[in-house]
C-alpha cells in the first residue's frame, strides 16, 4: 500500500508541474498569416525577402522579381557600408553567388570595403561574410576576426550594445541583438563577450517575456528572439520562460489586421514591425530544426540526389553548420587595428542570423554572407552610399530593431584538404509538452481508479 501511495503522490507531482516547463511554441500558422500579409503588399525589403526564402514562402516568380530590383540597384550606384552587405545576403538567400553576380564580386567588395568604421558596419559585414564558407584572403583589408575584435571594443560594462556604438554610452535590446547574430557562429572566439550579452538580456526581459527599447515593442522582442535562437539558445524555456510568458508569446499582443503592430498602442500594423517580426518568426522555427535564419550553406546529401543548387529554404533543411572561424583563411595581422569612434552614427542596424541546421551528414560548400537588418528607433530613412539612420520619432514614439541566430546543437565539422568539408550534424528529438500533460493524466486517473476498485472491492467481498 505504501509502494502505490508513493506512485500516486509522483503521479500528483507530475501533473503539478506547469506545462511551460516542455515549453515549445509553434509558430506555423503565425508565420504563414503574416508572410502572406506582407506579400500582399509587394516585396520591397531585403530583410523580409531573406527570412521569407529562408522559410520557403517565395515562389520562382517573387525570387526573379526581386533580382531584378537588385540588378538595378546594382546598376545605379556603386555600393558600399550596409547598403552592400544587404544586397550580398539577398543575392544569397535568393540562390544567386554573390562572389559572382552580375560581374560583380560583392563578398570581396565587403572585405575590401575602406567604408567600414561604425559599429553597424562591423555587424553587418561580420554577418554578411559568414552566411556561406567564403574564402578570405589573408590580407584582405577586413577578415572575420578584425570584425569580431571590432565590435568586442564597443561593449558596454552592462554587456549589451548601444545604437551609437559609444562603448560608455547605453546599450539598447535591438542593437545588442543584432551584434549577438553577427558573433553567433563565432562563440569560441568572443564567448565572454557573448555571455555578459546574454546576461544583459536576462536583465532587460519584462515579466510579460518581452523587451522595450522607449516602450514595449515587437522589434526588440524579434530582435531578442533573432539573437538567442543564433545562439543556440531556447527563447522559451530557462531563463527567458517568466512563469508561462516568454519571447515568442509575447509578440501575440503586437498583431493587427494580419500583421504586428510596433507597440500596444500603436493604431495598426506597419511594414518595419512585420519585417522584424518575421525574422524572429523564422529565426524560431529554424531554432526548433536545428537550423539558423542566416545561414546559406548548401549541401549535396553523400548518398542520395544532389541538394539543390540556390541557398533557398527548401536547401536549409540540408544545411550544415561550419566550424566556429567559418571555415575561411582569414588572417588576423593583415589589416590595421581599427579605430571605434566612441560617437561615430551607425549605418542602418541589421538584423543576424546564422543558421545551423541538423541533418545527417553533408558536405558543405564553402561561401559565407550575411544578412543585415533595418532596425533602428523610429522610421527608418532610405539608405545612401553613406547610409547614415538617424533615429526618429514616428507618430508611435521610437522603433528600434535587431537580429541574430545560432543552433542549439553540437556539431563537429572535419576539416578536408580541399575546399569541402565534412559536417555532422545531430538533431534532437522535441516530445510535445501537451502528450506528457495528457499522459500523466492518464496514468495519474488509472491509478486512483486501480486504488478505489480495490478498496471497494474488497469491502464488497467481505459483507458477502
Request: negative net charge.
Amino acid at each position: 500500500m505504501k509502494v502505490k501511495f508513493a506512485v500516486l503522490l509522483f503521479c500528483v507531482a507530475l501533473l503539478l508541474l506547469p506545462v511551460q516547463a516542455f515549453a515549445s511554441e509553434d509558430v506555423s500558422s503565425d508565420l504563414d498569416t503574416l508572410a502572406n500579409h506582407i506579400k500582399s503588399s509587394g516585396l520591397n525589403s531585403d530583410w523580409e525577402v531573406i527570412a521569407l526564402s529562408k522559410a520557403g514562402k517565395l515562389t520562382d516568380s517573387e525570387r526573379a522579381a526581386y533580382l531584378n530590383t537588385i540588378n538595378d540597384r546594382l546598376n545605379a550606384k556603386q555600393l558600399s557600408g550596409t547598403d552592400l552587405d544587404k544586397t550580398a545576403m539577398v543575392v544569397k538567400a535568393l540562390g544567386q553567388d554573390p562572389t559572382d553576380y552580375q560581374s560583380h564580386n560583392l563578398i570581396k567588395a565587403i572585405y575590401s570595403d575602406a567604408s567600414i568604421k561604425s559599429l553597424m558596419d562591423f555587424t553587418y559585414a561580420l554577418t554578411a561574410l559568414s552566411t556561406d564558407d567564403y574564402t578570405i584572403p589573408s590580407d584582405a583589408l577586413w577578415t572575420q576576426d578584425q570584425l569580431i575584435a571590432a565590435l568586442v571594443k564597443l561593449q558596454t560594462s552592462s554587456g549589451g550594445w548601444g545604437w551609437a556604438g559609444d562603448p560608455n554610452g547605453d546599450p539598447d535590446v535591438d542593437t545588442t541583438g543584432m551584434v549577438l547574430t553577427a558573433l553567433s557562429r563565432y562563440q569560441d572566439k568572443a564567448k565572454d563577450a557573448i555571455d555578459k550579452a546574454i546576461n544583459y538580456l536576462k536583465n532587460s526581459e519584462q515579466e510579460d517575456g518581452g523587451f522595450v527599447n522607449y516602450s514595449p515593442n515587437s522589434n526588440s522582442t524579434a530582435q531578442a528572439i533573432i539573437a538567442l535562437s543564433s545562439l543556440g539558445i531556447d527563447p522559451t524555456e530557462g531563463d527567458f520562460n517568466k512563469n508561462g510568458h516568454n519571447p515568442v508569446t509575447s509578440l501575440d499582443q503586437y498583431k493587427s489586421n494580419g500583421g504586428y503592430k510596433w507597440a500596444s498602442f500603436s493604431e495598426s500594423d506597419d511594414p518595419f514591425s512585420n519585417e522584424q517580426v518575421i525574422q524572429g518568426l523564422v529565426a524560431y522555427s529554424q531554432f526548433k530544426e536545428g537550423e539558423q535564419l542566416f545561414n546559406f550553406r548548401v549541401k549535396e546529401p553523400v548518398s542520395g540526389s544532389s541538394a539543390p543548387k540556390d541557398g533557398s529554404s527548401t536547401v536549409s533543411s540540408t544545411e550544415a553548420v561550419p566550424e566556429s572561424n567559418g571555415g575561411v583563411v582569414s588572417g588576423t595581422n593583415q589589416a590595421p587595428d581599427p579605430i571605434l569612434p566612441s560617437n561615430t552614427l551607425s549605418t542602418e542596424p541589421s538584423r543576424l542570423a546564422s543558421n545551423t541546421k541538423t541533418t545527417d551528414t553533408v558536405v558543405t560548400k564553402p561561401k559565407r554572407s550575411s544578412d543585415e537588418k533595418n532596425t533602428a528607433q523610429g522610421t527608418a530613412t532610405k539608405e545612401t552610399n553613406s547610409t547614415i539612420h538617424h533615429a526618429s520619432p514616428s507618430k508611435d514614439g521610437f522603433k528600434s530593431s535587431a537580429h541574430r541566430p545560432k543552433s542549439q546543437h553540437q556539431v563537429k565539422s572535419i576539416p578536408k584538404h580541399s575546399p569541402e568539408r565534412v559536417t555532422t550534424v545531430t538533431k534532437t528529438t522535441q516530445i510535445n509538452p501537451l502528450h506528457l500533460y495528457l499522459g500523466s493524466a492518464l496514468v495519474l486517473l488509472g491509478i486512483i481508479g486501480l486504488y478505489v476498485r480495490i478498496r471497494l472491492g474488497g469491502v464488497r467481498y467481505e459483507d458477502r
